[in-house]
C-alpha cells in the first residue's frame, strides 16, 4: 500500500462521465483505488459491471470488481441509456473484458475491504446509492473506518431516493457535489479536440463524447461524475457549506 495515496472505493454505473470519472481516479497518482462496485443506473447492472471491466482492461489496471444491486430499492429503475447509449458507453468498439468480477456481491466486497484496511477509506459513489445504503445497513460496524463519503449528488438521489435517505441518515461524513456544481465543469469543442489529440486514450473518450447527450459540443458536455473525483485531488477548486 502506497501511504501517499488516498485509498477509495468507487461505486459506478458507467456511464460516459462515469468513464471518465474512473480513467482519472485510476491513473492519478494521489488516488489509490482499492475497488470498483458497481450498480444500476445509467443502464442495467450487467451492462455497467461489464462497462467497469472494460475500462479496468482498457487502462491496464488490476483493481478488483464487485457487481452490486440490479434495482433500486423500492421503485422500478429509470436509466439514462437516451444520455449514455444502449450499452452505457456507445461510441467506441472496447473488447470484451478479459478481467472477471469477484464472485461476491458488491456490497460484501465493500465489507471486507473496509474492515481489512490499515486506515479508513474513502467512498465514492458516482452512481445510486443502493449498495452503499444496503452496506451502512447490514454491516453498521463498517463505519468506524469509513473516513467519508464524497457523491456525485441528483441523479444518483433520483433513481433510489430511498436509499440516500438511508446513507443521509447513516452519520457517516458525507460531502454531495450537486448539480449548481457539476453544470459547470463541461468540454467544450476545443476541449474535446484536444483530448482526441492525446492518443489512444483520447481516441477513445473522443468516441464516447461524440455520442454523449449530457449536454453537447457546442454547449459543453456535462463531466457531473468526475466532479467527485476533482474534489478530491483538487480541493481548492471548490468551496463546501455544512447543511
Known sequence: MDTKKRPIIIDTDPGIDDAVALAIALNHPNLEVRLITTVAGNVDVEKTTNNALKLVDFFGKK?????????????????????HGETGMDGFEFPQPISTCLDIHAVEAMRKEILSSDVPLTIVPIAALTNIALLLTLYPEVKENIAEIVMMAEFNTYVDPHAAQIVFQ?????????????SQAVLTNHEVTAIRALGRVGEMFYGLFRHYRGGS???????????????????????????
Open 63 to 83: 483493481v478488483p470488481v464487485a457487481k452490486g444491486c440490479n434495482c433500486p430499492l423500492l421503485i422500478q429503475l429509470e436509466d439514462s441509456a437516451e444520455i
Open 217 to 243: 459540443l457546442t454547449t459543453g458536455l456535462k463531466m457531473h461524475d468526475v466532479c467527485a473525483i476533482a474534489y478530491l485531488t483538487s480541493p481548492e477548486l471548490f468551496e463546501t457549506t455544512e447543511t
Open 170 to 182: 447513516s452519520g457517516v461524513p458525507l460531502t454531495m457535489v450537486g448539480l449548481d456544481v457539476t
